[in-house]
């Protein structure tokens, strides 16, 4: 029986979760389940705190888990990313009071409150820099106003958080994080694993790319292809008239649309857009 960790809480449990169900898993149906057995695919779910995630893999306990990039390498347990989620996408980053021009050696000698002190110590000895780190469990945003320090370090999502409290980020990013699975390093990889792995890249390509069918005249199919020239090479097929054909092919969700623009204006009709819900490449 293969056992996965899955976030049980904030930004990472609902997506993951929905990626893992999307992937052909069983989930939890209540919050407050602690485990949940998948005997079809043999597979027994955890879900646990994301920050714990990678101690129970790193010790070998647990076969994979879902956490934050920056959560694994904060821990300092022996774990290896499998496989990027393209999910919980944030930056970690040092912030300060706005109203100056702050560079990392304006750190030197000050006070830096962060949930993540390991990430930040490591970051600071790689620049050279001594400061002192200050551990909180979490709202870190708000320690500077409270005098507690003088600067942090912490995850930026949409940036938010740091404007209400007045903070500025500077400074290169620590981490560009996102969710990831991770196995123990060295780990030899089991069938289960190998398949969890290969369906949830299933899950991340579906989600990052979209299906273009369209009609094309034959002889602009040249110019169409080079357009949308898929994975592999797109598919054509004939269509009823003679002059026009049918293709179909994967384009990166990102460009779905200025790509549309481009056929519609080489001479392409009845472009649809579709999502693909997961796949195997
Ligand atoms: N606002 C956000 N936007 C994007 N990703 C985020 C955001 N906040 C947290 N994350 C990511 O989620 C993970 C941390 O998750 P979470 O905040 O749930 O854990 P935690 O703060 O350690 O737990 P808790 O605060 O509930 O004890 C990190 O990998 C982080 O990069
Ligand atoms: O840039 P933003 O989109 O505003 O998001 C960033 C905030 O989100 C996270 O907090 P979380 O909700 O996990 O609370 P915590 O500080 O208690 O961990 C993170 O620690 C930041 O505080
Ligand atoms: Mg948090």
Known sequence: MLRVAVPNKGALAGPASEMLGEAGYRQRHEQRDLTVLDPVNEVEFFFLR???????????????????????????????????????????????????????????????????????????????????????????????????????????GSGRTLRQHNLVAFGDPICVSEAVLVHRAGSEESKPATQLAARLQGVVFAQQYMMLDYDCPRELLEQAMAITPGLESPTVAPLAHPDWVAVRAMVPRKQANSIMDELAAVGARAVLASDIRSCRL
Do not use: C, M
């Open 50 to 156: 994301p920050k714990d995630i990678p101690i129970y893999v790193g010790s070998g306990e647990l076969d994979l888990g879902i956490t934050g990039r920056d959560l694994a390498l904060d821990s300092g347990a022996p774990v290896e990313e499998a496989l990027a989620l393209g999910f919980g996408g944030s930056t970690f980053r040092y912030a300060a009071p706005a109203g100056r021009d702050w560079k990392t050696e304006d750190l030197r000698g000050r006070r830096l409150a962060t949930s993540y002190p390991r990430l930040v110590r490591d970051d600071l000895a790689r620049q050279g820099i001594d400061a002192e780190v200050i551990r909180l469990d979490g709202a870190v945003e708000i320690s500077v106003q409270l005098g507690v320090a003088d600067a942090i370090a912490d995850v930026v």
